[in-house]
């Protein structure tokens, strides 16, 4: 995964859900999307644990972690606002 840069960046990010049965939903939506690899500059990997998915990112450069952070807080922003919509109905 070296492009040149002296370094690499790592992060894991997790997103918490109040039960077992959102955070399943949550993983199965993200799944298409998730297995679809748009850059050879950084790898994100995912793992469902009970009540969350926790998120595995490692990057060669900034400008792909901020990409892969940024993919991520877009799915999340979505399931948010498909949780918000199922409460008020």
């Known amino acids: 995964m ?3 840069n002296s370094y690499k960046i790592k992060a894991i990010l997790e997103i918490q859900f109040k039960n077992s049965n959102l955070c399943d939903i949550s993983y199965n939506s993200f799944l298409p999307e998730f297995n679809v690899q748009k850059s050879k500059r950084s790898i994100i990997s995912l793992q469902k644990e009970e009540k969350s998915l926790v998120f595995q990112i490692e990057s060669n450069d900034i ?3 901020r990409a892969s952070i940024n ?5 999340g922003r979505t399931i948010d ?3 918000k919509i199922v409460e008020k109905s």
Request: hydrophobic content about 50%; glycine content about 14%; proline content about 0%.
């Open 81 to 83: 606002g498909v949780l």
């Open 71 to 75: 993919e991520i807080i877009s799915f």
């Open 2 to 4: 070296n492009n040149g």
């Open 63 to 65: 400008t792909a972690f």
